[in-house]
């Protein structure tokens, strides 16, 4: 079982910057690591992802704001945000994914607010 913590949440103001880090507990190379995010009244939605190669894909509502990276020998994802809006407000989680192997954080909450 892996564990993936989240952490770099918080409260920041509109056109501001966070970034989020997930660590696993485990190796993470070969796995496809995810971002994603539940809004409130909203269901989960996908932000951004890379590959173990290094491969990312985002949200369309994230491009050119966010930028994700991993590096594997720490084990650790991140998501750097800039330009904050007050609607990327939401709990953000960290996945893993390796054929039908999935493994979830908890969330760590960002409030863009002034």
């Known amino acids: 079982q892996v564990q993936l913590v989240e952490s770099g949440g918080g409260l920041v103001q509109p056109g501001g910057s966070l970034r989020l880090s997930c660590a696993a507990s485990?190796?993470?190379?070969?796995?496809?690591m995810g971002w994603y995010r539940r809004a409130p009244g909203k269901q989960r939605d996908m932000v951004a992802t890379?590959?173990?190669?290094?491969?990312?894909t985002y949200d369309d509502s994230v491009k050119g704001r966010f930028t994700v990276s991993r590096d594997n020998a720490k084990g650790t994802v991140y998501l750097q945000m800039s330009s904050l809006k007050p609607e990327d407000t939401a709990v953000y989680f960290c996945r893993m994914v390796r054929a039908s192997d999935i493994y979830w954080g908890q969330g760590t909450q960002v409030t863009v607010s002034s």
């Open positions: 485990g190796t993470i190379f070969g796995w496809i």
């Open positions: 890379i590959t173990s190669g290094g491969v990312s």
